[in-house]
């Protein structure tokens, strides 16, 4: 992904005029499914970490969860799954079958909250490399579970009133470990609480915040939603209404592993440890009440209107190794490529660097997308959504790119941050939203060859999972 389309599109959506505000209701509507896979019907590969790790069983269930809100003439749904992630295919596939059940929906957003605990939805994890782990019967079934969850949502709309909270308690930093410089996290949390308006009983509550769910680690075989589960748990029993979470700015790597985060064990006194299920629950538990105590100095916003802005483009695909994965059908079709805007799934054979030589997709771009949507009061917007389709760095959220010895374009200029554009104090930021294409890595940072950024002795994690390296001109595969 290419961090100059993606900020582009995002500043030019932000940029439009607002259309005038309509005298109308707010309508919200939620609704939950499980998506769990069948561990005992076949064989199941767990995504996030190395190839090869079979579940063995399942400790919570895996949802979707969605919130649809209507205003005006639009009506939005917004779905997040327990999953690693959803390529822009997938996520199209939903939204015709929502369109064909509910044709008045406007927008549908779908992002995954990149479970490391759950089934390989991107093929990437299977027996070895190269071998896919994804499971299209599952696959297929996902995509319609996730369409008839989005409409249950709509069909479920009623009168609403919404309530807007924000919490920067330091703790939220102290909850992400980051492994790589800058150590520029995101610890901001958003959380918009929907109450019927005529029973005042709690509808949804959805929360957004930004970190890796991987803390049962590479070693756990059961499958689970990590500490989204215990958050969604403990935002359903303290603040009411259907949960749901959306993952945020996660690049870089805002991790729950690593001895960054640092959670006592009530029951032991002892620091909870990485891998155990207590330290997910306690990553949980603490997000879902620093959620409560944002709502309680939430602010009340009469939204009469929502503003929802698209921009759908295509970006190059320059990691020779997702190619490999896609000639080889570690994605089972999904991810097709383009050249010049049209479906390109030509081939050819390359001789690659440490990989001999190899079927290799010869279509130049991905498609995919980056949505801006206000909700809006009395003419002005009270709350905003970017999403992001991938794992964005926070220095590109928040600002505080740095300039390192090592890095490959030293000389780059320095993107535009994203909350600087925003106009609102409720900013949230849906990562993994509509796609998710890896890192999304500021140009000055970029670092594939050696020497490796502050002369580190290895190179640093992030651009092998990256679709590619920015670019300038169009893309020749070398
Ligand atoms: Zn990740």
Same mark, same amino acid.
């Given at each position: ?142 995509? @319609?579970?996730? /369409? !008839?969850? +989005?409409? #249950? ?8 009133? =919404?309530?807007?909270? &924000? ?120 997000? @879902?009440?620093? /959620? !409560?105590? +944002?709502? #309680? ?8 209107? =929502?503003?929802?802005? &698209? ?124 796609? !998710? ?42």
């Amino acid at each position: 992904m290419t961090v100059k389309n993606f900020l582009m599109a995002i500043l030019v959506l932000g940029a439009m005029s607002a259309p005038c505000a309509r005298a109308a209701d707010l309508r919200a509507g939620a609704a939950k499914a499980v998506i769990t896979p069948d561990v005992k019907a076949s064989k199941v590969y767990m995504a996030g970490f190395g190839n090869n790790r079979v579940a063995t069983g399942v400790h919570d269930d895996l949802y979707v969860r969605c919130l649809a809100l209507a205003a005006g003439n639009d009506n939005l749904v917004m779905c997040a799954s327990d999953l690693i992630g959803l390529f822009y295919d997938d996520v199209l596939k939903v939204r015709e079958k929502v369109k064909s059940a509910a044709p008045g929906v406007t927008a549908v957003i779908v992002a995954s909250t990149h479970d490391h605990e759950g089934p390989d939805t991107m093929g990437l994890w299977g027996p070895m490399p190269l071998e896919s782990g994804m499971d299209e019967n599952y696959m297929n079934g996902l995509d @319609g579970r996730i /369409a !008839e969850t +989005a409409v #249950k949502a709509v069909r479920a709309e009623q009168p609403a009133v =919404l309530t807007l909270g &924000r919490d920067d308690h330091p703790l939220l930093a102290l909850l992400q470990d980051d492994s790589r410089p800058p150590y520029v996290k995101d610890p901001y949390l958003f959380v918009m609480k929907l109450d019927s308006a005529s029973t005042d009983q709690p509808i949804s509550t959805l929360v957004n915040w930004s970190d890796h769910p991987e803390t049962p680690g590479e070693r756990n075989t059961l499958i689970t939603a990590d500490y989204p589960h215990w958050l969604c748990d403990s935002v359903e029993k303290r603040v009411g209404g259907m949960a749901v979470f959306f993952n945020g700015s996660i690049g870089g790597l805002l991790s729950t592993l690593g001895d960054q985060v640092a959670l006592e064990d009530p029951e032991s006194g002892e620091t909870a440890r990485n891998n155990t299920w207590k330290k997910a629950e306690l990553v949980g538990t603490t997000v @879902g009440e620093l /959620a !409560e105590r +944002a709502l #309680k100095s939430g602010e009340r916003a009469d939204v009469d209107a =929502l503003l929802i802005r &698209r921009a759908v483009f295509f970006a190059p695909l320059l990691n020779d190794h997702f190619r490999v994965a896609g000639a080889l059908g570690v994605y089972k079709g999904r991810k097709p490529l383009y050249t010049d805007g049209q479906l390109d799934s030509s081939t050819s054979e390359r001789e690659l660097a440490g990989l001999g030589k190899l079927k290799y997709a010869a279509g130049h771009d991905l498609e995919t997308e980056v949505d801006y949507i206000q909700l809006r009061a009395h003419g002005k917007p009270a709350a905003e959504i970017a999403t992001v389709p991938g794992e964005i760095y926070p220095e590109l959220i928040n600002g505080g790119i740095a300039r390192y010895p090592g890095a490959d374009f030293p000389d780059a200029p320095l993107e535009p941050t994203v909350r600087a554009r925003l106009k609102t104090k409720y900013q949230f930021i849906f990562g993994l939203a509509n796609d !998710e294409l890896g890192y999304i890595i500021p140009k000055a940072e970029w670092d594939d060859q050696p020497p490796w950024l502050k002369n580190h002795a290895e190179r640093w994690y992030g651009e092998v999972n990256s679709t590619g390296r920015p670019f300038r001109r169009r893309y020749e595969p070398s």
